[in-house]
């Protein structure tokens, strides 16, 4: 009988099987590059691929797991990060053409912390230039093929377009992206695997290139809630090169991962959001909060006190504002060659007044305290992530943005998983989003298990 494609195994898994002794770390590289290898040349899903260095580290990790030295669990897996998360000596773009050489300094502390739990780095993943867009398009450094269809090029989603392509086509088994307004739940949601937005301080951002402080915040990308749960687990932790994830106690998700939801009580997506999204994007949303009552959790009604897009708009400020504060620089070089609908989006925070940016954080701190009313007595809200499938390329519309679903997490401070849960008539994936409380993600993960526990849209692949 042939052996099972290591490529399609969870982490979870893959962990068992290095930790048993039958895989090893040299074989699993090995099958990944040799993956990439054959699908990259149409994916573009990497913008470097670390393939020496993989082996090396492979036959490292090898060795000192055959020699009882394992440093944990985690030992030989496999990870892809996005080219904002630095690593001394090594060239990180941030997805600009005019950063293509330049070498970072310092080591993420998200990325020492993998690699000291044996994390062995496959290479740096493509996003958007500066990570300033949900559609996943680098019209100077490369857009990554949607792998859900073969034909024609299809948004990846973004920012973390690479990551979302390289985790769903089996170039890597999980991948870290950031989301700044949606951009780990875009790319999850359109490639069809599970993604979790974490909440500010949870996940240091020291060493991950800055494009909105108060709202960035680094998050897996994984095949299942399981998988996501083990690499969030792994990414966590008081750093004091940044001081947000002091004092936080540690939240470890799977203790109860496997709790169910019975005695959860579900927020439905209010009725005057539904008009956003698609038919078919709306039956599968309908049919997952069908699922989750059948599963044992109350579904219930709510009145949210704003409306997604008011909220999405001073996200938008936010964003705008601070960005243009970092990159003026080079976004006022008219000679610059950067993304031509990056460029305005960023550009737009050089007219934001300080009054105009501080009226908006002091607008977020409110409706902070008006969704937590308004969610009170409840687990968790429930909407699709994206309001459609993914959009050809050619029928995107760059002065608009598809993040209607995701920016309010970003700007409410909250946490949320994105995971696949059904398909349009054509194939494409669609996704449910699962939005909880600042720093309740044990809470959304638990959720989102108990539901691919009842389905198995988590393990469809893209077809080829």
């Not at 149409?42 to 020496?52: I, S």
Request: with cysteine.
């Amino acid at each position: 009988m042939s052996q099972p494609d290591v490529t399609l195994l969870p982490v979870h898994e893959l962990s068992q099987q290095i930790t048993a002794r039958s895989l090893s770390p040299v074989d699993l590289i090995e099958a990944y590059l040799q993956r990439i290898q054959e699908q990259e040349p149409k994916l573009q899903a990497f913008v470097e691929v670390y393939a020496d260095e993989a082996r090396l580290a492979a036959h490292g990790a090898d060795e000192a797991i055959r020699s009882g030295h394992a440093v944990g669990p985690l030992h030989g897996i496999p990870i892809a990060l996005k080219d904002l998360i630095e690593i001394e000596g090594r060239v990180v773009t941030g997805g600009c053409e005019v950063w293509r050489e330049r070498k970072a300094q310092r080591t993420a502390t998200l990325a020492q912390r993998l690699i000291s739990q044996g994390m062995i780095v496959l290479g740096k993943t493509h996003t958007v230039e500066f990570a300033m867009g949900g559609w996943g398009t680098n019209s100077r450094r490369g857009t990554p093929w949607n792998p859900w269809d073969p034909q024609r090029k299809r948004s990846p989603g973004g920012s973390s377009s690479g990551s979302g392509v390289a985790v769903a086509a089996g170039l890597a088994p999980w991948a870290v992206g950031t989301d700044t307004g949606g951009s780990v739940r875009l790319p999850a949601s359109w490639c069809g695997i599970t993604g979790l937005k974490t909440t500010i301080g949870r996940v240091s951002t020291y060493g991950v290139l800055p494009l909105s402080p108060t709202l960035d915040t680094p998050g897996p990308m994984a095949r299942s809630v399981e998988d996501a749960a083990l690499l969030y687990r792994a990414m966590q932790g008081p750093d004091p090169l940044d001081p947000r994830t002091e004092r936080l106690p540690y939240n470890d998700p799977l203790p109860q991962l496997r709790r169910g939801v019975r005695g959860l009580r579900l927020a439905r997506l209010p009725d005057a959001e539904r008009q956003y999204a698609s038919a078919d994007v709306l039956a599968a949303y309908d049919a997952s909060v069908a699922e989750l009552e059948r599963c044992g959790a109350e579904i219930v009604a709510i009145d949210l006190p704003f409306a997604f897009a008011d909220v999405a708009a001073f996200n938008l400020r936010i964003m705008a504002a601070e960005s243009y504060a970092i990159l003026h620089e080079l976004i006022d070089d008219e000679n610059a060659p950067l993304d031509p609908h990056v460029r305005p989006r960023i550009a737009a925070g050089r007219s934001i007044t300080a009054q105009a940016y501080l009226e908006a954080l002091q607008v977020r701190e409110a409706m902070k305290l008006e969704f937590a009313t308004a969610l009170a007595g409840t687990d968790a809200l429930l909407t699709p992530t994206t309001m459609t499938t993914a959009v050809p390329l050619d029928e995107i519309d760059q002065t608009t943005a598809p993040a209607h679903f995701t920016r309010f997490g970003n700007f409410l401070d909250l946490c949320a998983v994105s995971l696949p849960n059904g398909t349009d008539p054509g194939g494409l994936p669609t996704s449910l989003q699962i939005v909880c409380r600042a720093y309740d993600e044990a809470t959304a993960l638990r959720i989102g298990w108990a539901y691919q526990d009842a389905t198995d849209w988590h393990l469809r692949r893209p077809p080829g």
